[in-house]
């Protein structure tokens, strides 16, 4: 109903080929993007911007690079974290080495830098495939991350080790270090993300995408049918470690502000992998998809513990119980009985946990966290089991349903 | 510069032969538990294709549970058992909950899966005996702790009793293990199993009763390295880089092989530090442990893409 496409008629292939088929995407989107770019930097606070808005661009950033190179070239990748250093450690060398050097142009160009690595680390995968292949990105994760620790030089020879973010200017107005807004930060994020988006998908719909989807699928096929599989995962590796490097530099120049090395420890690999996978390998919305949720749900379940959902305002109460009677009901849309039952319960849990608190129960934040750990486990097998092509897969059931609710066929 | 790469670390060896003896015991000591940890790879991936990402945080899992019960005043040997009681529910627990719906997905999602089992098992460990490091209870389990100093080449060389014990129980484990697998019908079970999905199938085997026992046994392997590791580092979360390095030694030795996780265990046990004490700290300034092990399998798979004893890919179209 929501979804009707009867009267949207395609009379030419260009028609049939365009990005959104169905005008109620294009509507979706044009919502979507109305709500990143106009409502949400009006309204969010601070601590929205810090732990949801920009966190979830970048990460969602770091899955979409993961996934050109898994989820389109089917060479897995367990060295996200580290290519995401290069970046950051690339910006971070030329805004010091060229302290007039644009800021945008830094970390764009820092993107190169994680590309060329990426390529060397990628050449093995010509002879290396499958999970055999996942131990030259790890030999890449942990070598990097030892050598951001030892090469001082990367870290002009500080004496705590850790790049610091200095304040950068463009135009007279701060947009990276501590003196930098937050709306700034966030505005330059999301014209990035956005901007890489647009290639991205541009590119995995075209000839080189192709190509990549053809090595994925099977590799020895595609060289008989004519590619040059050399050409196509190399390029899908500089492709990918580009977009992770920007990720990266993003991640420390507009988020966190400084780095250790750690920080880009395997860890760091492994939840922008747990993005790509629970968002759909494959798919491009699908990182935004999984950043929302594997971001977003500590930052959710953590507010649960500290606020008192009795005591929330109406409007927040109502918005609590809406986005869980939503999910229900898209899943109910998509004959997902499992899914049904796992957001009610969820939505009871919640409301139990805060009938305990009225009660005078508080749990205390070790132990919070410790049960936020297990709950973002259970929730991943949960999600593969119901289902395994991620939540990109998820959306295009409900959508096809949801074309022709209220019939079930 | 050349000197200093290719002449003076093997110099020095020839100057100290004690300490180099001691150097390679050392290495043999953690390569023997990084065999360990494979095997327990090696076991579960045969029988199921399940590259299982768990194995090295069950290790962690399992010297806390340990270690968790005997503080609640269990004797020692009494939470032993019971530590494998808990190893074998969470066996039956993640194929009855994690494996059995997934059967049949693609490698990378059954992968995905055992992370999450990780993340789980991390929060469950946490909330339950709490995150702060512990001490593996060596003294009640009777496991040795001196040293004994031998004197070769008019050098030193100690050995630490505990490592010596680690050595001769992991050795028995191994032959155990390999008796099992060849001289007992379950043993061939999981080994028809792992050559052919289909075939044993069709023959009775029961893919259910299998899968909960490689990750029985896999959870046995666990618990002996955790005490063995535990013993030595103290039981804490940060065990859990240890299966980090299981993955090398698998890439190495081949993912199907069990000779092969012994074999690349012990290669990379003593290679990484044999080039730690004479390459690593006097030119790269130390800490190449984290990823000598990852280069030299890298290496190694360029020459031979299916590892040292791996099984022949083949690629037909």
Redesign the interface.
């Known amino acids: 109903m929501l979804y009707r496409t009867a009267g949207q008629f395609k009379t030419s292939y260009t028609a049939d080929q365009a990005l959104f088929p169905v005008r109620q995407d294009a509507v979706l989107l044009g919502i979507v993007l109305l709500l990143v770019w106009v409502v949400f930097p009006l309204t969010a606070s601070e601590f929205a911007f810090q732990t949801l808005l920009i966190p979830i661009l970048i990460y969602a950033l770091a899955a979409m690079g993961l996934n050109i190179l898994?989820g389109f070239a089917g060479q897995?990748s367990l060295g996200t974290g580290a290519f995401m250093g290069v970046g950051a450690y690339a910006c971070y060398k030329m805004v010091t080495i060229f302290p007039e050097l644009n800021p945008i142009v830094a970390i764009l160009l820092s993107g190169i830098f994680s590309a060329g690595i990426g390529v060397a680390f990628g050449i093995?995968s010509l002879?290396?495939?499958?999970?055999?292949l996942?131990?030259?990105t790890?030999?890449a994760?942990?070598?990097l991350?030892?050598l951001f620790?030892?090469w001082a030089w990367l870290y002009n020879y500080n004496a705590s080790g850790a790049i610091q973010v200095p304040n950068l200017d463009m135009f007279g107005l701060y947009v990276s270090g501590p003196q930098a807004e937050s709306v700034t930060e966030y505005y330059i994020v999301l014209a990035i993300v956005t901007l890489l988006t647009v290639v991205c998908i541009n590119l995995t719909r075209g000839n080189l995408g192709r190509t990549w989807k053809a090595t994925r699928d099977?590799d020895?096929?595609a060289e008989?049918i004519g590619i040059n599989l050399m050409k196509s995962k190399l390029t899908a590796f500089a492709v990918s470690s580009y977009v992770v490097g920007v990720a990266g530099a993003l991640y420390v120049f507009m988020w966190k502000g400084a780095a250790e090395p750690n920080v880009f420890d395997?860890p760091l690999s492994?939840q922008v992998?747990?993005i790509a996978?629970i968002g759909g390998?494959g798919s491009i919305m699908g990182n935004y998809l999984g950043a929302i949720l594997i971001v977003g749900l500590p930052v959710v379940l953590g507010t649960a513990a500290d606020t008192r959902i009795f005591e929330m305002s109406a409007l927040a109460g109502l918005l609590w119980l809406a986005g869980i009677l939503a999910v229900a009901f898209l899943f109910w849309v998509a004959r997902n009985l499992w899914g049904v039952a796992a957001a009610l319960g969820f939505g009871a849990a919640m409301l139990l946990y805060g009938y305990a608190q009225t009660q005078g129960f508080r749990a205390d934040s070790?132990?919070v966290e410790?049960?936020?750990?297990?709950?973002?486990?259970?929730?991943?097998?949960f999600f593969?089991?119901i289902e395994?092509h991620g939540l990109n897969q998820l959306w295009r059931l409900i959508r096809e349903k949801l074309i022709i609710w209220p019939f079930p066929h | 510069m050349f000197a200093e790469i290719f002449i003076d670390p093997w110099v020095d060896m020839f100057a100290a032969p004690d300490f180099l003896m001691q150097v390679l015991w050392e290495g043999l000591v953690s390569g023997i538990l990084y065999a360990l940890i494979a095997l327990g790879f090696v076991l579960i991936y045969r029988s199921s294709r399940i590259?299982n990402f768990a194995q090295g945080i069950m290790v962690v899992f399992a010297a806390l549970t340990l270690v968790g019960l005997h503080a609640m005043g269990v004797p020692a040997w009494v939470s032993v058992a019971l530590t494998l009681g808990v190893m074998f529910v969470l066996a039956v627990t993640i194929e009855r909950?994690?494996l059995r719906?997934?059967v049949g997905?693609?490698?990378?999602?059954l992968?995905?899966?055992t992370?999450?089992?990780?993340?789980?098992?991390?929060?469950?460990g946490?909330?339950i005996f709490g995150?702060e490091n512990k001490v593996m209870i060596t003294g009640d389990l009777g496991i040795p702790t001196g040293d004994t100093v031998l004197e070769p080449f008019g050098g030193l060389l100690i050995l630490q009793h505990l490592d010596i014990t680690v050595v001769i129980v992991a050795t028995l484990l191994v032959i155990a293990l390999l008796a099992f697998l060849n001289y007992t019908q379950m043993g061939r079970a999981i080994r028809a199993l792992g050559d052919d999905h289909q075939a044993a199938l069709s023959v009775g085997i029961s893919l259910q009763t299998i899968w909960v026992l490689v990750w029985f046994i896999a959870g046995i392997i666990a618990l002996v390295t955790g005490i063995a590791w535990g013993a030595r580092a103290g039981v804490s979360f940060a065990l859990e880089v240890i299966a980090?390095k299981a993955?090398?030694v698998l890439?190495l030795g081949g993912?199907e092989s069990i000779t092969g996780a012994i074999v690349g265990g012990l290669m990379i046990g003593v290679l990484e530090k044999l080039f730690e004490i004479y390459w690593g700290q006097p030119l790269?300034?130390g800490?190449?442990e984290?990823?000598f092990a990852?280069?030299l399998?890298?290496i190694v798979?360029?020459f031979r893409?299916?590892?040292l004893f791996g099984e022949r890919?083949i690629?037909?179209?």
């Open positions: 898994t897995l093995p002879r290396i495939k499958g999970f055999y996942a131990i030259a790890l030999a994760q942990f070598f991350v030892w620790e030892k099977m020895i096929a008989l395997i492994f992998l747990f996978i390998l070790a132990l410790h049960i936020n750990t297990m709950i973002v486990g259970a929730l991943i097998i593969l089991i395994p | 590259f909950v994690v719906p997934l997905q693609p490698d990378i999602i992968f995905m899966a992370i999450g089992i990780t993340l789980f098992l991390i929060g469950l946490e909330t995150g980090y993955l090398p890439m993912l790269l300034g800490n190449t984290t990823w990852f280069v399998a890298l798979l360029l893409p299916q590892g890919i690629e037909r179209v």
